[in-house]
Nanobody
């Protein structure tokens, strides 16, 4: 059974940092892209960052460029999201996902495994 378990969310003040982790189990995901998405209250789920199978190619949505860094450790079947200079606009439930493709894509329809999400709340 495939499982993605996110951790590292929480409450942080504006300007602070958090590091999210997503551990995958049930199969090996080293051949597939992975990504982080987020959903704020009343809004649709949007892409935050994605990374290809090897970690050599990444994508970031404009609002997080220069502040967030996605990385992966294929030996641990884990993807990370380092979030710096957080703002209240970053408040959302963050989801990790595994793609059906090896290449990085911001389109959520290519992702077929999803975690349960972890809450990130940034206070002003």
């Amino acid at each position: 059974q495939v499982q993605l378990v996110e951790s590292g969310g929480g409450l942080v003040q504006a300007g602070g940092s958090l590091r999210l982790s997503c551990a995958a189990s049930g199969r090996t995901f080293s051949n597939y892209a992975m990504g982080w998405f987020r959903q704020a209250p009343g809004k649709e789920r949007d892409v935050v960052a994605t990374i290809n199978w090897s970690g050599s190619n990444t994508y970031y949505t404009d609002s997080v460029k220069g502040r967030f860094t996605i990385s992966r450790d294929n030996a641990k079947n884990t993807v990370y999201l380092q979030m710096n200079s957080l703002t209240p606009e970053d408040t959302a439930v963050y989801y990790c996902a595994v793609s059906s493709l090896p290449i990085s894509s911001p389109n959520p329809r290519f992702y077929n495994y999803w975690g349960q999400g972890t809450q990130v709340t940034v206070s002003s």
